[in-house]
């Protein structure tokens, strides 16, 4: 479904091209010839305690002049900034000083710097301590290895990214794509099933339009850029705070809203069109709102011109601040997402062809997320941080043939009907003891309902055979606690254990982990391990086998939590222009995997995309094993004097043990990963009032693995048969693509345009996907991934008009 959806996409993106070039020459008009400035304003915290900071000095480098200090929130605003690529320092004593480079300040939107500041192990007294900090580096100060942050800004600059968290990451090392059709990732060799999403501290279900069901991914991302804060993501060892994953870590933000004036944005775009609006309850207060809402173009293009089997979506974010002075700061996020697709082939059936072909489909897909948080100090360098979310996630609909032996009428395939919703709560109370040491510990509860069917229609019998059908709740809790201890300003020690229990099946974990950091002067040499485990997702503890399915007879109900041991090994450090190299080597050993129990089979859990992978399975065991090793290499030179370049590469290799005992490669083993990124900006003139700027990306990996297809048996039984005992022994072809992006920025007064040009596949590659056999043909035939995917968009952001 999710590959004709973007085929369908595609064909609707280059009907918007023209419209959007003559628009970029009206606005090429808009120019004025007076001097433009803006206002930077942000707030400073510790790095360790999170409390805020007074008194930090905040300068603008290329005039010191303009500065600001911060008041007793960690508050700050300089006015008066002139519009262009700028540069911040921060300073105070006892604290290292920090500098913000390259910062893009436009004159339609204040430019917020929000950023943490480290004390330094030994007071200094009189004098301060001057660190060249790694700008990739997380959010999170717990976190040593495998893990960076990235903004709002790196999600627009990466070519063919689009705005995706997801798709971002498919820049950074030991994470590659599973395709052109949807945003899975695969980090360091696991399956993307693997991959843990949370929002302001607290997981969520996975944010994408079009998803199936028990995977990470989907075709558009309901995340938006215009709310997004700087986030974390994680690609192993992950801290003791962290649990429910084995691959990898999304941990999202939201910034919060202008809080000195009201500010609105526009867009309209190939993707969608949306409207974002941010700023204070009141002139003058300290409360704010921000607010994203997208509806799709080709939703519009449906609705105005009728035109019908494209794939609609809308979506919105919100998050609503309100600090207090004695109760603390109260926060209400939000996250929406609504999706639809149909299929209505011809009732001619001279007209059905590969890409029109004889399925007629409704879809229906709906997510909502909403949460509180509360941050209170309960001293200057303590305080407890409470979530409480709530979420609903449903999936409905049908797929459905024509029989043009009888007057075209319906012919039942499969219909589906899954809800599943989540009450979370967590609990973390964070206190810096002192410079040396920071201790955070938490608890973290969730109820979990589900309501699954999934039913086949066997046409032989004319019945329907349920493969999911089940109903209830279950509860999972969380617990850790973890010790931070800065030995010296070179040396520190990450330390704790992360506890999880899940009463579905009342299987427990317990996971010592550890990470220790030696940082000499710009460089730093960082290891880390630990143990980690999952659930897997609740539609495999309750699907029901061929042979066995009977009412609540469920043969995986008792399968163990999936468990792992990560190791990585990590050197960073600086070169020669602003580059910095990081080199990160890693072994992950991954046990009690379910696997089939047939001696004959080479399924296992880890080669899964989703949980419809698991038809045609009879009963897991969790008894299986992997193994992923490797060593990831990035070169990163971050934007300054008005270019970037980033070079990520990764060689590893992933095999799996299924329930006879033998090893096999991984089904997602591609061996390599390359990226190459660059981007140059040019100020088309000198106030910086106009900017254009050009990116281009180049990608190779290896294939993934598949299973060869016996296509004698396959013509015998009218079914795909694959060949015994070959279970992923054939490396698919290299994956190679370029992409490219263009930005032009006008500023006037109070008001910026932006104009994007993000081409993803310019040379029209159409990559390897999978291989199926063809009944109708009896031949084996292979399915292409897309071609050149153009995504255009006109942004305005204005404020105060």
């Not at 010592?512 to 143990?531: C, H, V, W």
Request: hydrophobic share 35%; glycine share 8%.
């Amino acid at each position: 479904m999710a590959q004709n959806n973007l085929k369908q996409l595609n064909k609707c993106a280059l009907t918007l091209k023209c419209s959007f070039v003559l628009l970029l020459m009206i606005l090429s008009s808009f120019a004025s010839a007076q001097t433009l400035t803006q206002t930077v304003y942000g707030t400073i915290t510790d790095a360790e305690s999170k409390k805020p900071l007074v008194g930090i000095t905040v300068l603008l480098v290329s005039n010191t002049q303009i500065n600001g200090v911060t008041d007793t929130n960690g508050r700050y605003k300089i006015i008066g900034v002139p519009v262009g690529r700028q540069s911040f320092q921060y300073t105070m004593m006892g604290y290292e000083t920090r500098t913000i480079s390259e910062v893009l300040v436009t004159s339609g939107k204040e430019a917020e710097l929000n950023i943490s500041m480290s004390e330094s192990a030994h007071q200094l007294g009189e004098a301060s301590v001057s660190a060249r900090r790694n700008k990739a580096r997380p959010l999170n100060d717990f976190a040593t290895v495998s893990a960076r942050s990235f903004s709002a800004e790196d999600t627009r600059r990466y070519p063919a990214s689009v705005a995706d968290p997801a798709r971002m990451a498919l820049n950074f090392a030991g994470v590659s794509s599973n395709g052109d059709i949807n945003n899975d990732i695969v980090v360091r060799g696991n399956s993307p099933d693997g991959v843990l999403w949370r929002l302001e501290g607290i997981e969520i279900p996975n944010p994408n339009h079009f998803s199936n069901l028990g995977n990470s991914g989907g075709a558009i991302s309901m995340l938006n850029a215009n709310t997004l804060g700087t986030s974390d993501f994680y690609t192993g060892a992950f801290p003791p705070e962290m649990g429910d994953a084995l691959a990898g870590v999304f941990d999202l933000n939201f910034r919060n809203g202008n809080i000195n004036e009201n500010e609105q944005s526009i867009q309209v775009g190939t993707l969608g069109v949306e409207g974002a609006a941010e700023g204070p309850f009141k002139k003058g207060g300290q409360a704010s709102y921000i607010i994203d809402y997208r509806y799709s173009t080709l939703a519009l293009l449906h609705n105005v011109l009728g035109i019908s089997n494209i794939p609609t979506y809308q979506d919105v974010s919100l998050k609503l601040n309100f600090p207090t002075k004695k109760a603390g700061t109260f926060s209400v996020f939000g996250l929406g997402g609504l999706d639809a697709s149909t299929q209505d082939p011809a009732k001619d059936s001279t007209k059905w062809t590969d890409d029109n072909p004889n399925i007629k489909s409704d879809y229906k897909g709906n997510l909502g997320v909403l949460g509180v948080s509360h941050q209170y100090f309960v001293s200057p360098n303590a305080y407890i941080k409470t979530v409480v979310s709530g979420s609903y996630i449903s999936t409905k609909g049908y797929t459905d043939t024509l029989n043009p032996g009888d007057g075209y009428n319906n012919v039942p395939i499969e219909h589906t009907n899954v809800k599943n919703t989540a009450l979370r709560a967590s609990i973390l109370f964070n206190d810096k003891i002192n410079s040396r040491n920071t201790i955070r510990t938490g608890i973290v509860a969730q109820q979990l309902g589900y309501d699954l069917l999934e039913s086949d229609y066997i046409f032989d019998t004319r019945k329907w055979d349920s493969i999911l059908n089940g109903s209830g709740n279950t509860e999972m809790y969380d617990g850790y606690v973890q010790w931070k201890y800065r030995m010296s300003d070179r040396l520190t020690l990450v330390s704790g254990v992360h506890g999880s229990y899940y009463a579905l099946n009342k299987k427990y974990s317990i996971e010592p982990r550890a990470a220790i950091s030696y940082q000499m002067g710009s460089n730093t040499l960082t290891f880390a391990t630990g143990l980690y485990s999952k659930p897997a997702d609740i539609s495999t503890y309750l699907f029901q086998n061929e042979q066995q399915r009977l009412a609540n007879i469920y043969p995986n109900k008792d399968l163990d939590l999936l468990r792992a041991y990560h190791a990585v090994l990590g050197y960073d450090c600086a070169l020669p222009f602003k580059t910095r190299m990081k080199i990160e080597t890693y072994y992950q050993r991954l046990y009690n995997i379910p696997v089939e129990k047939d001696d004959a089979s080479g399924f296992s859990l880890l080669n899964i995309q989703d949980v419809f992978d698991l038809v045609g399975t009879n009963g897991l065991a969790s008894k299986g094993t992997g193994n992923n090793y490797g060593i990831d290499l990035t070169l990163d030179r971050p934007f300054a004097n008005n270019y970037y370049a980033l070079l990520t590469s990764s060689l590893f290799k992933s095999n799996y043990t299924a329930y006879n005992g033998q090893t096999y490669e991984g089904r997602f083993d591609r061996r390599f990963q390359l990226n190459v990124i660059a981007g140059k900006e040019y100020n088309i003139s000198r106030d910086g009032r106009k900017i254009l700027g050009v990116s281009g990306k180049v990608l190779y990996s290896g294939g993934e693995r598949e299973s060869p297809i016996d296509l004698q048996a396959s013509i015998t039984n009218g079914i795909e048969e694959l060949v015994p005992n070959q279970y992923y022994t054939h490396t698919t072809p290299s994956y190679f693509r370029v992409d490219g992006s263009l930005y032009y920025k006008i500023s006037n007064k109070k008001v910026t345009h932006n104009f994007d040009i993000d081409i993803q596949n310019i040379t029209n590659r159409k990559n390897y996907y999978f291989t199926a056999f063809d009944g109708s043909d009896n031949k084996i035939k292979v399915i292409k991934q897309t071609g050149i995917i153009p995504i255009i968009s006109y942004r305005i952001e204005f404020h105060n008009l």
